[in-house]
């Protein structure tokens, strides 16, 4: 498994980690990502899988980073604040390693909530603060209210056929060394199937590629994100064959004649 550098701060994690919306496979899948070195487990408040995590980490917690989410309704000082020993009760843990704002929401005043932030840090309760579903200007302003701290990493949607950030955000956040977390990095699974929306075109070249490389659709899919500097990928699923399957979308490369390819069709 291929680790990367969280933001600027030293702190390696892997480049595939386990998303967990809609998750409901259990301990097993989880666990098992974290034998193979996807140790990286995204979470949130409003996902209510946080007590499945606390469940898969019990025992193995020094070997996992755990990532959850304060939501956007919860913005508050002191919201902020219950939501976050909701979320270690949940975790069955003392400390947080990355908390994120899950979307930004203009009806709190960021400077309040990144006040809240930064006294979690101060306290112990987390270590890194991360946001998700910013704008580059958002995280601007995110970071101006805190004095000590970076923010490490901002959760975004990108895979394939969504490439929206790679216009301005990608780059800015690559040359500021904030870590993207691509979310939805198989489009929902619909990367893998051969279904209507996606043009036929663009599933021969996955294909054709998968072919070449002897790797699965998918372990391309998420090759392509995480050949990105900066990029980390959390591909959900319940099933611990395509758990295994998502883990060894790592420890190989994708030749720059392969992503030119995948560019040029999914454009
Ligand atoms: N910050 C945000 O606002 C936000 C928003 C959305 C998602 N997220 C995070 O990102 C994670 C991943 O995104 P996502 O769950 O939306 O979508 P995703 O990971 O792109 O796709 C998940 C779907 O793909 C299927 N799948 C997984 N691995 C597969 C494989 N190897 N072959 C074929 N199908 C496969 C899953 O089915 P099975 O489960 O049956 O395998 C599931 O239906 C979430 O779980 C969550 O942690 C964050």
């Not at 098992?32 to 408040?45: M, N, P, Q, R, S």
């Not at 043009?199 to 996955?206: D, F, G, P, R, Y």
């Not at 002897?214 to 995480?226: D, G, H, M, R, S």
Request: with cysteine.
């Amino acid at each position: 498994m291929e680790l990367k550098n969280l933001g600027n701060t030293g702190t390696m994690v892997p480049e595939i980690g386990l998303g967990t919306w809609n998750y409901s496979g259990g301990v097993e899948p989880l666990r098992k990502g974290v034998e193979l070195g996807a140790y990286f487990i995204d979470t949130a408040e409003g996902y209510y899988t946080e007590d499945v995590v606390g469940k898969a980490i019990k025992g193995i917690r020094d070997m996992v980073f755990v990532a959850t989410k304060v939501s956007g309704r919860h913005l508050g000082y002191d919201d902020v604040l219950r939501a976050a020993e909701g979320s270690l009760r949940l975790l069955n843990t003392d400390y947080i390693d990355l908390y994120q704002i899950h979307w930004p929401n203009s009806r709190f005043p960021l400077k309040e909530t990144m006040r809240a932030m930064e006294k979690l840090v101060d306290s112990g309760a987390v270590r890194y603060i991360g946001v998700s579903n910013f704008s580059t200007e958002e995280l601007r302003e995110a970071q101006s209210f805190i004095k000590n701290y970076p923010i490490v990493s901002n959760q975004v949607l990108y895979n394939l056929n969504n490439r929206e950030i790679e216009r301005d955000l990608l780059p800015y956040w690559q040359k500021h060394k904030v870590t993207i977390i691509a979310y939805t990095p198989l489009d929902n699974g619909s990367l893998t199937k051969n279904i209507g929306f996606i043009s036929s075109h663009k599933m021969k070249v996955l294909e054709q590629i998968a072919n070449g490389v002897q790797k699965t659709i998918a372990q391309v899919a998420l090759n392509w994100c995480t050949s990105r500097p900066n990029v980390i990928a959390i591909p959900k699923s319940n099933s611990l064959a395509r758990t295994i399957e998502n883990c060894d979308a790592s420890g190989w490369r994708l030749s720059q004649d392969h992503i030119r390819l995948l560019d040029e069709a999914f454009s």
